[in-house]
């Protein structure tokens, strides 16, 4: 994989920040465009700007190929059974949202069991919240090994027959954790639960095969995979979703409207209320094709060669704790002794290098950390050696500064 040649494809990539040239380290809170995206939204808002499924005419049915057509890509890329089965979304918080408002509200009752881990995003917690204060439902969390990964024993020893719904994410946007999607769902299933997966983090990073998974439900967000903000996916198979009703009403998603009854469309479009994300959805199959020209399989090698380089480089810095387990997907999370993350933040953007501090929207995991904020350093497929390098001296930088004003 030539990296350098990449690079070269994002133009962000190509400037200084405060005097030093950038390093990019935070892809998980939101990945660079290539040229590829870039110009293929351009080129629908240039060429073949209109609305979609409606006109006739030519630019319509231009718009309405290639908005189709971006589905069939997201299809195959996660080995779907079917385009029906793909959903476009705003993200994977609307696509989450989705299933909580509509399988949830349907299905759950007073007694049942939502199950979740403790290392969810917000995203995959507060709307399972709300779904259980509206229907009666108990949510319950698979606890935590101390390295932050879940054993199959508690995963089996926390979903009973009362269990609905299991939600979890596949890759932790904290610890990097890689969890068993496969086999929770195996189980999930055996006591008659859906799983429902959030794989913001997965789907930039490694091949996923929804029906080797078996998931019911996966959702992810296009602007973490080289492709627009503001558009995602919701996979759904075909037989839970046709059970489901929409959330969203008005045009696109109607089939027959009376003045006191409608009807809704098949699926995906039923879900689709409204004029869909159609430049959004042409950039994440430009996206698509952009990912799968480099490989997935060499994209996860370059990241795990970086991660232990860099997880090498960090364990040399004294005073630097490091979160989650020596196995993990493409992120790092870290805190300096004596140094709130938002000050190291600070002084390694000074330096050039751009990582996430905070609460990293997981506040129940930051209490089982102990801990209030940590700081993030992501990587992708257009990040280097020497990006870990200047990421290392910026912390030392930061030891040295903090040393100096408080000792």
Request: with cysteine; hydrophobic share 40%; proline share 3%.
């Amino acid at each position: 994989m030539d990296v350098n040649a990449i690079r070269s494809q994002f133009p962000i990539l190509d400037q200084e920040v405060n005097e030093k040239p950038l390093v990019y380290l935070d892809s998980s809170a939101t990945s660079q465009k290539p040229l590829a995206v870039i110009e293929a939204i351009n080129a629908y808002y240039r060429s073949d700007n209109s609305n979609v499924h409606r006109g006739v005419h030519t630019l319509g049915n231009r718009a309405t190929e290639e908005y189709e057509g971006a589905r069939e890509k997201v299809r195959a890329f996660l080995h779907a059974s079917s385009v029906e089965e793909i959903i476009f979304t705003r993200g994977t918080t609307t696509s989450i949202n989705t299933v909580a408002a509509s399988y949830g509200r349907a299905n759950l009752k007073v007694g049942d069991e939502v199950v979740l881990t403790l290392m969810e995003h917000h995203s995959n917690i507060i709307p399972w919240q709300q779904v259980a204060k509206e229907t009666g439902a108990t949510l319950k969390y698979i606890p935590l090994q101390a390295d932050g990964t879940v054993a199959l024993e508690d995963v089996q020893a926390t979903i009973t027959a009362n269990t609905k719904i299991v939600a979890m994410t596949h890759v932790s946007n904290v610890l990097g954790t890689i969890n068993p999607i496969k086999e929770v769902t195996k189980i999930a299933h055996e006591h008659g639960a859906v799983m429902v997966v959030d794989g913001a983090q997965a789907v930039p990073h490694m091949r996923v095969d929804v029906q080797e998974l078996d998931c019911d439900f996966y959702a992810f967000s296009g602007h973490k995979m080289c492709g627009p903000t503001g558009i995602g996916v919701l996979y759904g198979k075909k037989e839970l979703l046709e059970q489901m009703e929409p959330v969203e009403f008005g045009g696109e998603m109607i089939d027959f409207v009376g003045l006191y009854e409608s009807t809704w469309k098949d699926l995906p479009w039923k879900f689709e209320g409204g004029t869909p994300i159609i430049a959004g959805a042409i950039g994440l199959g430009a996206a698509i094709d952009f990912l799968e020209s480099i490989g997935l399989d060499k994209i996860a090698k370059h990241e795990e060669m970086l991660v232990k380089y860099a997880m090498d480089q960090l364990q040399t810095i004294d005073g630097i704790t490091i979160y989650g387990p020596e196995k993990r997907a493409g992120l790092i999370t870290f805190n300096l002794d004596d140094v709130h993350p938002h000050d190291t933040a600070t002084i390694l953007d000074a330096e050039g290098v751009a990582v996430r501090a905070g609460h990293h929207c997981a506040q129940p995991l930051m209490k089982w950390l102990d801990e209030t904020a940590t700081a993030r350093a992501s990587f992708y497929l257009y990040n280097t050696k020497e990006d870990v390098d200047r990421l290392v001296a910026g912390l030392q930088r930061a030891k040295e500064f903090f040393g100096d004003v408080f000792y």
